[in-house]
């Protein structure tokens, strides 16, 4: 069974930088997996921010990017804000099946 | 502006099988540019692909659930249909429909506001 790995959970100063990653268990992540990056706050639907590794849709804040970097797919927020506290969820694509990952929660302190 | 709104039962009981509907308004079903997906979410946890359909009724779906699940289309009332058999309380679960772009590759980015499935008897 695919897994997809996040950091559980990660803690961030407001105005800094912080990466999130999304490993696979099947060995690197590359575009081919068409790496997503969703943003849920409590009570809420998940948002897309980052589709098919960085791009962003016209709703996604510009400190928000999205990348590969040492064989995963990573999620760079870079000047963070108090409202970027929130479960952030990667997602890839295994050849007719989406896996997500576990998430990570970012908390801005 | 396009917008999903799934609707069923917010109770099921154990072994029975669990039907969810997702409304599609704002737009077609039936573009040739999407698929239309199925995600859940137990509470306090993370979430899970179901799977997915074309308008023409082609589906795919999560190889730990496909035993059990069969998600339809319904042109005529714009709608996706989700059933997931024999359900237990692992079954629990927010269920979301959501818009997936084939070209480009842009994933569930239009979301429904969810739907809380409890299955206890």
């Known amino acids: 069974q695919t897994v997809v790995t996040q950091e559980p959970s990660l803690t961030v100063s407001p105005g800094g930088t912080v990466t999130l990653t999304c490993a696979s268990s099947?060995?690197?992540?590359?575009?081919?997996?068409?790496p997503n990056w969703f943003q849920q706050k409590p009570g809420q639907a998940p948002r897309t921010l980052i589709y098919s590794t960085s791009n962003k849709h016209s709703w996604t804040p510009a400190r928000f990017s999205g990348s590969l970097l040492g064989g995963k797919a990573a999620l760079t927020l870079s000047g963070v804000q108090p409202e970027d506290e929130a479960e952030y969820y990667c997602?890839?694509?295994?050849?007719?099946?989406?896996?997500f990952g576990g998430g990570t929660k970012l908390t801005v302190l | 502006q396009l917008q999903l709104q799934e609707s069923g039962p917010g109770l099921v009981k154990p072994s029975e099988t669990l039907s969810l509907t997702c409304t599609v308004s704002?737009?077609?079903?039936?573009?040739?540019?999407?698929?239309w997906g199925w995600i859940r979410q137990p509470p306090g946890k993370g979430l899970e692909w179901i799977g997915s359909i074309y308008y023409s009724g082609s589906t795919y779906y999560n190889p730990s659930l496909k035993s059990r699940v069969t998600i339809s289309v319904d042109t005529s009332k714009n709608q996706v249909s989700l059933n997931l058999s024999s359900v237990t309380a692992a079954d629990t679960a927010i269920y979301y429909c959501?818009?997936?772009?084939?070209?480009?590759?842009?994933?569930?980015?239009?979301w429904g506001q969810g739907t809380m499935v409890t299955v206890s008897s």
């Open positions: 997602l890839l694509y295994y050849g007719g099946a989406w896996v």
């Open positions: 099947t060995g690197a992540v590359t575009s081919g997996y068409y």
């Open positions: 959501a818009r997936d772009r084939k070209v480009p590759r842009i994933v569930f980015d239009i």
């Open positions: 704002g737009g077609s079903i039936s573009s040739s540019d999407y698929y």
